[in-house]
């Protein structure tokens, strides 16, 4: 089975801070996505990457960026945290084939005070 | 633009037979993706349509009309453990973008 792993599962962080979330997957994923859950709004793509070193913008980037220096691992960055960042957190991945479903971490609940 | 809409909620009886619907407007359509996420976990896969038609995998199935733009997902003999978010999500060609919709909560009461 696939495992996406997230650092944590909850996180309580100052406005202005820099702050680092992290993603792993064992399945020699190409892919991995960072979403974040919003009551209401569903899943929405911040970044995306499909391959080492590769990222493209998904449809909400500011306030954030991304790195992905080997192929497991995904981490999102927010430059300086605001509380409109304060969210649900899921990072994803899946294979290079485009039929195949995405494969979620268990979130990290991100409180920004 | 690029759109999915679903219920927002939705309530059932234990035993019962419930529909979960989806329309999507999206550019580029390359398949549609049901997911179930329990409350604080995860989304988990549970299935995919890009041809017209039913497919069926136990007691769920989901269906899709390209022509309409339509899909639904179908839970029978439903139990307590199935109340979750049912989420609908439009796959888009020429990349891996997925359009998620904002998910359908079902109760299921007894």
């Known amino acids: 089975d696939v495992k996406v792993t997230q650092s944590s599962r909850y996180l309580v962080k100052r406005t202005g801070e820099k702050v680092f979330l992290e993603c792993v997957q064992d399945?020699?994923?190409?892919?991995m996505f960072w979403y974040r859950q919003d009551p209401g709004l569903g899943l929405r793509l911040i970044y995306f990457?499909?391959?080492?070193?590769?990222?493209e913008k998904g449809d909400i980037p500011e306030g954030y960026s991304v790195s992905r220096e080997k192929k497991e691992r995904f981490s999102l960055i927010l430059e300086s945290a605001s509380t409109n960042q304060t969210s649900m957190y899921l990072c994803?991945?899946?294979?290079?084939?485009?039929?195949?479903?995405?494969?979620f971490g268990d979130g990290t609940r991100l409180s920004i005070l | 633009g690029q759109n999915i809409d679903q219920p927002t909620e939705m309530t059932a009886t234990e035993g019962a037979i419930v529909q979960i619907n989806c329309t999507y407007q999206?550019?580029?359509?390359?398949?549609l993706f049901w997911y179930q996420q329990h409350a604080g976990e995860a989304p988990t896969f549970l299935s995919y349509?890009?041809?017209?038609g039913l497919e069926e995998k136990g007691r769920f199935s989901s269906f899709l009309s390209r022509s309409k733009g339509y899909s639904y997902l179908l839970l029978k003999e439903l139990q307590m453990k199935d109340s979750a978010s049912y989420l609908c999500?439009?796959?888009?060609?020429?990349?891996?973008?997925?359009?998620f919709g904002a998910g359908t909560r079902l109760f299921v009461k007894a």
């Open positions: 399945m020699d994923h190409e892919n």
């Open positions: 990457s499909y391959d080492v070193k590769m990222k």
């Open positions: 994803a991945s899946t294979t290079d084939s485009s039929n195949q479903p995405q494969h």
């Open positions: 999206t550019s580029g359509f390359n398949g």
């Open positions: 999500a439009s796959l888009n060609t020429g990349g891996f973008k997925t359009i």
């Open positions: 349509n890009v041809l017209d």
